[in-house]
């Protein structure tokens, strides 16, 4: 499992790097891991506002339906559209070419978002 430093994670297997006021979002190694080969996603449209720790979109796989849980509140920017179009690249690459969303970012609750040692930490004591 790969956990990378410079980003912030939630308790749901995301992640979000933040690029000055704008959080580029996606999930995290170990829940594409999780969910196996990944045969869809759903993800909203720029314009809309995403509410931190609310649900955003979905991922499919040959296992199971996962929610997404947005790390922080704010506008979407971009949504990662050649996502849409081959899901699978979050089994391939869920750090940097499958990103989902970019975000203006208007609120963040630190406390909600975990340091890349302390994701590490959770998922171990999970029992993942």
Not at 13 to 19: F, M, T, V
Not at 62 to 68: E, F, I, Q
Request: some cysteine.
């Amino acid at each position: 499992m790969s956990v990378l430093d410079g980003l912030r994670y939630t308790k749901e297997h995301e992640w979000l790097r933040l690029e000055n006021d704008t959080a580029v979002i996606g999930i995290t190694d170990f829940a594409q891991q999780s969910l196996g080969d990944i045969t869809f996603v759903e993800l909203p449209s720029a314009g809309s506002n995403l509410i931190q720790g609310e649900t955003f979109g979905v991922v499919e796989s040959v296992k199971a339906v996962s929610d997404l849980y947005a790390p922080c509140s704010g506008e979407i920017l971009e949504m990662n559209q050649a996502l849409i179009d081959s899901p699978e690249w979050l089994n391939e690459d869920p750090y940097a070419k499958a990103w989902m969303l970019k975000v203006k970012v208007s609120e963040i609750k630190e406390g909600e978002l975990l340091s890349p040692e302390d994701y590490q930490k959770f998922v171990e004591e999970s029992g993942h």
